[in-house]
């Protein structure tokens, strides 16, 4: 059974720093890739980061230069760097696992999700 667990959410203050962790646990079959999420309330749920199997990263366009993701693999363990913190950052963070699906067309999908950890960051 495939487990994500977040950690290293919390309180910050505009400008500061955190650093998240995501600890997999379980055998994810053809994994493509890991990623970050968020989400905030009455909101949809948005890409943060993602890092494909190949090592290639892809961030969302309101925290590049901020963020770094980051994984160790020999822990199974993801991380984000979150630097100069912004009110607006404030969310929900999620890890996730993609696998490659076949159907209806080849694609890798984020199938499998963490609960969350929050991040609150006060202007």
């Known amino acids: 059974q495939v487990q994500l667990v977040e950690s290293g959410g919390g309180s910050v203050q505009a400008g500061g720093s955190l650093k998240l962790s995501c600890a997999a646990s379980?055998?994810?079959?053809?994994?493509?890739?890991m990623g970050w999420y968020r989400q905030t309330a009455g909101k949809e749920r948005e890409l943060v980061s993602t890092i494909r199997s190949d090592g290639s990263t892809n961030y969302a366009d309101s925290v590049k230069g901020r963020f770094t993701i980051s994984q160790d693999n020999a822990e199974n363990t993801l991380y984000l760097q979150m630097n100069s913190l912004k009110f607006e950052d404030t969310a929900v963070y999620y890890c996730?696992?993609?696998?490659?699906?076949?159907?209806?067309?080849?694609?890798?999908?984020?199938?499998?999700w963490g609960q969350g950890t929050q991040v609150t960051v006060s202007s």
């Open positions: 379980g055998y994810i079959l053809r994994r493509c890739g």
């Open positions: 996730a696992a993609a696998t490659w699906e076949d159907q209806p067309t080849i694609r890798c999908n984020y199938k499998y």
